[in-house]
């Protein structure tokens, strides 16, 4: 596939043999492959990262995401799935392109404060929102995660954020709190933040799927957020998630997670690493043995 931003045909198929920037055995590798996942704690990475103003205006006035919100939505995860999954030259050369882009974007917040979006505290932020999204949202809506593992994904996640020059990234949840925490008392209630969830809740982004079930995934986007984050943002009772909003996204979670797709980023990227395409829908026992045989490496 082509992106016309990126100026970039994205192929995770080839060349063969060529490893990601982590390996096929991650934790990453198996939530990044479930969409349910990615939906949900891609909105809450929005969410926190709106909360910061310098972030909010940045991507307010320098991005595509005013005039079209969505599509800058997929590209935003066409690069999270290409530093996944993809060829590690690839990912970097994409990744490159994005860092340029960002480059260019500076100017000041309505109260006048100053930013850049290179500034490294905000590159730190956005790295680690979207490490914590994805990972909780899978925690939650998915498989329950064992605390080794949450760890390891936000450890290795290092190898995606310095790509796009974030140099201090909290190596556990607890380390995520207290970062949040250096950062909330900038954390504000803004209407863009409320135009951002009826967007999501609008159903725009996937006219197919049934409105209910996007209303509910703009909730549990929100359930995410810790309660002092969503009071400062005044995300009120009428965010709460339902018990059926909770049954019916843990349902489609699931039945995501054993959705076999061969034309999908990770079935692809398995393929090229001369793996089976349902690599990561088989038992531990037998991703083992696979890779012990393959000798499969995180790309440098």
């Excluded at 556990?172 to 135009?195: N, Y």
């Excluded at 990770?266 to 990561?280: I, K, M, T, W, Y």
Aim: charged share 25%; with cysteine; net charge positive.
């Amino acid at each position: 596939m082509q992106d016309k931003y990126l100026g970039t045909i994205i192929d995770f198929a080839s060349p063969a043999g060529e490893p990601a920037l982590l390996a096929p055995d991650s934790v990453q590798w198996r939530v990044y492959k479930n969409p349910v996942a990615l939906g949900i704690g891609g909105i809450a990475a929005v969410l926190l990262e709106f909360a910061e103003p310098r972030i909010r205006t940045g991507v307010w006035d320098h991005s595509t995401y005013r005039a079209d919100p969505i599509g800058r939505s997929r590209r935003t995860g066409l690069v999270a799935m290409l530093a996944c999954y993809g060829p590690a030259s690839m990912a970097k050369e994409v990744i490159g392109k994005v860092n340029r882009m960002h480059g260019a974007v500076k100017g000041a917040t309505p109260a006048g404060e100053k930013y850049r979006a290179l500034d490294p505290i905000l590159l730190d932020w956005v790295a680690a929102t979207a490490s914590y999204g994805f990972l909780t949202a899978y925690d939650r809506f998915v498989h329950r995660l064992s605390a080794a593992d949450k760890d390891r994904f936000m450890r290795d996640g290092d190898a995606i954020g310095r790509e796009f020059g974030a140099r201090r990234l909290p190596q556990t949840i607890d380390a995520f709190m207290a970062m949040m925490a250096q950062l909330a008392p900038r954390f504000e209630p803004h209407p863009i933040i409320f135009e951002f969830l009826d967007i999501i809740q609008s159903g725009r982004a996937a006219p197919g799927v049934p409105r209910l079930l996007h209303r509910a995934t703009a909730r549990a986007s929100v359930s995410l957020l810790p309660d002092s984050v969503r009071q400062q943002l005044d995300l009120g009772p009428r965010y709460d998630l339902t018990p059926i909003d909770r049954l019916m996204l843990r349902a489609a979670g699931r039945l995501a997670d054993r959705r076999i797709d061969r034309n999908s980023p990770a079935c692809q990227a398995s393929v090229r690493l001369g793996l089976p395409h349902d690599f990561l829908f088989r038992s531990n026992g037998e991703k083992i043995r696979m890779l012990a045989n393959q000798k499969v490496e995180p790309g440098s």
